[in-house]
């Protein structure tokens, strides 16, 4: 910050300075008309005015003294009206762009008792006050997606007032998407050619540089000068991860693992978790040592060494639950945390549950040994035969089975609702069909490879799919909305190269998952990639999810609700969100069901419960929110363009205020003071 | 300044003027007189009180030789009784513009006190005389005796009118080449004089004046009731000061006055003379039957 100040309008004040100075001295020169009273002799109040001159300190001064305080209030005035600046790190240009980070890291609370969101604001206001008349700037707030708060406008009460409205929130950063916008906004309203002046757009960015995605950023057409917020000495502990499983062997006990970490800048000893279940807590009496995350691998060791103990960061215990619950976790420093988003961490355990499982096939070793493998409660295997004899009624099957799996076997008919795998075959009556040739044959494609699937999808997630080789498989002809003779939904898992290999089929209140090839046509069996196909398939068609417990969501998650759970839950018209936010969302008639985006961190439940979905945990669990340390440079490639653009990056500071405020004010309670007085005659 | 009622009536009420009868002029200086009187002198004279011996010389009164030592001692001794003489009255009575002001009225006060002085003086038997001074010129009444002549004093005390600067010095000057013989000199006066009260008081305090100054101010100058931002005008010579009326003004306003008249006390009382500070706002009977009785000018 340059302190000696500059001045914006030097030219007015000067031309006010011309004609006010002259007018005060004539005004103060003009005679006071003072009432005529006659004394029987003036004798005594001489010689009084004279003492009281000769004993006034500073008579000189003070003769003129109301004069002077009357200049020096002028010139105040005019200093003022001069629009003196200070000149900071950025200045206003005539396009900006206020770029506001309101990730979780700047809800931390590191500035003398303020967030960091707090500064932000306050910074984004300064660098408004500082906007040359006629310059205009829009409002951007940004945490994992951008929002335009304020498009371009001089006016600077609103953009205050876009600026004073930014709430943090708990999610992520990204900071890419912002810039897109920025950038897309500033050439839509300010083509190049109408800008009114040459230089490009100015994005100014106030933030802590905690950027999710700083390595893609870029600039193309705009120039960023960058704020950073924070101090780098504030402390933060942080849940780093959270994980609980059900055993399969025994389906009460439920081991949970959370790892912390300390984003402060020194070791932190004798950090305690409290461990909570369903609200009522109870502390895990393990002592952590965290230290710093900003250490060095040798920095870490020569402390250990040092002081001779260990560092311990995670903790691992078992719990006996055998119903649902919410277990949290949080550590007990919160002295040495200045970001309480991620203090702790919840995860919701479902009431465990086995999974009932029937395979019809006529025989097949790999899929029986994958069931066999899953350890479920009830597997059961029927020949094709046997399964049309016995449940020749559907009604019969309904519910009575979690997963039915049809290995090249096509049931003649099927309840209306319940969850099947096919393999090698096709559920009749559905909007799903076999493709079959001029002659009614089905169409088989053969030496099919794998061309692309769903790497985020639940039901191949984490899976290596690229070696999959089919020797034959079935063509399927995919339900369009012209085709469709009810609401559906089909989603292609696993594309080949032939055609879709996994195919996700909602029709009704069933959901179908079909497999377009036989497995034994396959080197699926022999692949690492099957036995956990097949668990995934069982977690994500059924409530087998339960196997795993249920994973708790990022802040800003829209988690998808399936239609299947929907069905189970009667098909509410409305659901209601109760959590740290309140959301009500209507539910439509079809497909699956996306929740609105859920900011805060917490526990949320919806109402009416819907089966799998009853609570759902928000947890932070971002090591780049949690590391609060703030980033001195620029992020990304944004660095390179604010210095390649050779900008002087200075931000003006308007004092005119703080003129009036301190120093006019008191001097006109001075000079009211000294003629109430009347010191001065 | 409203004209002030300065009816001869008005001066002296004949119930005062009755009290009046019971007292007396006193001096601390047995002083020498001109005519005969009701006052012991120094000198020897005629009367009925023995005073001393001394011996015969030719062309002595055959009538004061003591015939009794004659025949005891063989020697003439003449036997010499005081003489008792009148007393002269010298009012010295400011009439300057500085008097026209006030409320009670200064001018009037002061010729009040005059008046009632006067009286004493005339029906004891004193010479009185009464100079009125303003702008350096001196008015006088001429030696009046007796109480025949009360009337003709509060008339010329009724004539007076305020005009003009008071010039002190100039004044006491042409009393005291006026008035050469030995008396009372009471001085009635607000003693603000821009040329100072010391050059005029030199002529009469001390010698043969038995001085007293009367310093009568109105309650306006003790506690001047202004405010606001003002021209003072000086009712005198015109002069004006501007002042804005603050309390530290006032304080010094007031500090000053106290200084003044201590300082005033303090010259005459060196000088023999005895100070006597009213105001206007003292009723003028109980000045004159108290506070002038206290101060040993009446009796």
Redesign the interface.
């Known amino acids: 910050m340059n302190w000696l100040p500059s001045f914006l309008n030097p030219w007015t004040a000067a031309l006010t300075a011309a004609v006010a100075v002259p007018a005060l001295l004539a005004l103060y020169f003009l005679k006071?008309r003072?009432?005529?009273?006659?004394?029987?002799?003036?004798?005594?109040?001489?010689?009084?005015?004279q003492?009281?001159q000769v004993n006034a300190p500073f008579q000189r001064l003070r003769r003129n003294l109301l004069l002077l305080l009357q200049l020096l209030l002028l010139l105040l005035l005019l200093a003022a009206l001069a629009r003196p600046v200070l000149h900071g790190n950025h200045s206003a240009g005539r396009l900006n762009v206020i770029l506001m980070d309101r990730s979780a890291s700047m809800n931390t609370r590191d500035i003398e008792g303020l967030t960091r969101l707090d500064e932000a604001r306050k910074l984004a206001r300064q660098l408004v006050d500082a906007m040359e008349a006629g310059a205009s700037a829009m409002v951007i707030a940004f945490d994992d997606t951008p929002q335009t708060l304020q498009a371009y406008t001089s006016d600077k009460l609103r953009l205050k007032r876009a600026i004073d409205s930014i709430e943090g929130t708990d999610r992520l950063t990204r900071l890419a998407d912002a810039l897109r916008v920025a950038e897309s906004q500033s050439t839509f309203f300010y083509p190049e050619e109408k800008r009114p002046s040459q230089e490009p757009p100015r994005i100014h960015l106030f933030s802590d540089g905690r950027i999710g995605d700083a390595a893609d950023l870029s600039l193309r057409r705009a120039q960023m000068l960058y704020s950073p917020i924070g101090s780098s000495a504030a402390p933060n502990l942080a849940v780093a991860a959270l994980s609980a499983r059900r055993s399969y062997e025994r389906p009460t006990e439920v081991q949970v693992f959370a790892r912390f970490a300390n984003y402060g800048p020194a070791p932190v000893e004798d950090v305690g978790v409290l461990l909570s279940v369903d609200g009522q807590g109870q502390r895990v009496d393990q002592k952590m040592l965290l230290l710093p995350e900003r250490w060095s691998a040798q920095q870490r060791q020569d402390w250990e060494k040092q002081s001779g103990r260990t560092a311990r960061s995670a903790v691992e215990f078992k719990l006996e639950l055998v119903a649902g619950a919410v277990l949290k976790v949080e550590h007990m420093s919160k002295g040495a945390d200045a970001l309480a988003a991620d203090d702790a961490a919840q995860i919701v355990v479902p009431p465990p549950r086995s999974l009932s499982v029937l395979l019809v096939s006529s025989g097949n070793y790999y899929l029986q040994r994958a069931l066999e493998s899953m350890q479920l409660k009830n597997p059961q295997t029927l020949s094709p035969s046997a399964f049309e004899q016995q449940f020749a009624d559907p009604a019969r099957l309904a519910g009575r089975y979690d997963v039915i799996i049809f290995d090249r076997h096509q049931p003649k008919a099927l309840p209306g609702a319940g969850n099947f795998v096919y393999f090698g075959c096709l559920p009749p009556h559905l909007n799903i069909k076999a493709a079959t040739g001029p002659d009614g044959q089905r169409l088989l494609a053969r030496d099919v490879g794998v061309l692309d699937y769903q790497r985020e999808h639940p039901l191949v997630r984490h899976l290596n799919l690229q070696r999959l080789y089919i020797g034959q498989m079935l063509r399927l002809e995919l339900p369009t909305p012209a085709n469709a003779t009810s609401a559906t939904d089909t989603q292609v898992v696993v594309e080949g190269t032939a055609g879709p290999l996994v195919v996700l089929h909602r029709e009704a209140r069933a959901v179908h998952l079909v497999v377009s090839f036989d497995l034994l046509q396959s080197n699926w069996p022999l692949r690492q990639s099957f036995p956990a196909f097949m668990h995934n398939a069982m977690v994500y068609l059924a409530l087998g999810a339960d196997m795993e417990l249920r994973q708790s969501f990022p802040p800003g998650a829209t988690p998808v609700i399936p239609r299947s759970s929907l069905q189970q839950a009667g098909d509410p018209r409305e659901l209601r969100l109760a959590g740290p936010v309140q959301h009500t969302v209507a539910v439509p008639a079809g497909g699956d069901v996306a929740l609105p985006a859920l900011s805060q961190v917490g526990l949320y439940q919806t109402q009416p419960p819907v089966p799998q979905f009853e609570k759902i945990a928000i947890n932070l669990l971002d090591e780049n929110e949690s590391n609060i340390l703030p980033m001195a440079t620029p992020p990304g490639q944004a660095a390179q363009a604010a210095s390649g653009g050779g900008a002087s990056g200075k931000i003006r500071q308007e004092l005119w205020w703080w003129v009036l405020a301190c120093l006019a004010v008191p001097l006109c309670l001075m000079e009211w003071w000294i003629y109430a007085?009347?010191?001065?005659? | 300044?409203a004209e002030p009622n300065t009816q001869p009536n008005t001066l002296l009420s004949s119930e005062f003027m009755a009290r009046l009868d019971q007292l007396d002029l006193l001096s601390r200086k047995i002083l020498a007189g001109k005519l005969k009187g009701e006052r012991r002198s120094k000198r020897r004279g005629q009367s009925v009180e023995f005073a001393d011996y001394r011996n015969y010389v030719v062309g002595d009164d055959l009538r004061f030789i003591d015939w009794n030592i004659y025949a005891r001692l063989d020697r003439l001794f003449l036997k010499l009784f005081l003489e008792e003489e009148d007393l002269a009255l010298y009012l010295l009575v400011d009439m300057s513009r500085?008097?026209d002001?006030?409320q009670p009225h200064?001018a009037h006060y002061i010729k009040q006190v005059a008046a009632a002085l006067g009286y004493i003086g005339l029906v004891n038997y004193n010479r009185v005389s009464i100079s009125a001074f303003a702008d350096g010129a001196v008015v006088d009444s001429g030696a009046m005796r007796s109480r025949r002549r009360v009337a003709q004093m509060i008339d010329f005390l009724a004539d007076l009118r305020p005009s003009g600067q008071a010039n002190l010095a100039e004044a006491c000057r042409r009393f005291a080449l006026a008035h050469r013989g030995k008396g009372v000199c009471v001085v009635l006066s607000?003693f603000?004089d821009?040329g100072g009260y010391e050059n005029g008081l030199r002529y009469v305090a001390g010698g043969n004046y038995d001085l007293f100054a009367v310093q009568t101010l109105?309650p306006q100058?003790i506690d001047?009731p202004?405010q606001?931002?003002?021209?003072?005008?000086?009712?005198?010579d015109a002069?004006?000061?501007?002042?804005?009326?603050?309390a530290?003004?006032l304080k010094?306003?007031k500090?000053?006055?106290n200084a003044?008249c201590l300082a005033l006390k303090e010259y005459l009382t060196r000088r023999g003379g005895t100070y006597l500070f009213t105001s206007t706002a003292v009723p003028f009977d109980t000045l004159v039957l108290n506070y002038l009785r206290e101060r040993g000018l009446l009796g």
């Open positions: 006071l003072r009432q005529e009273m006659e004394v029987s002799s003036t004798l005594l109040w001489k010689k009084a005015i003492d009281l007085r009347r010191v001065h005659l | 300044m500085s008097c002001y006030g200064k607000d603000f821009k109105s100058e001047p202004l606001g931002d003002l021209k003072l005008k000086d009712l005198e002069d004006t000061a501007e002042v804005s009326i603050t530290p003004l010094k306003y500090a000053n006055l003044y």
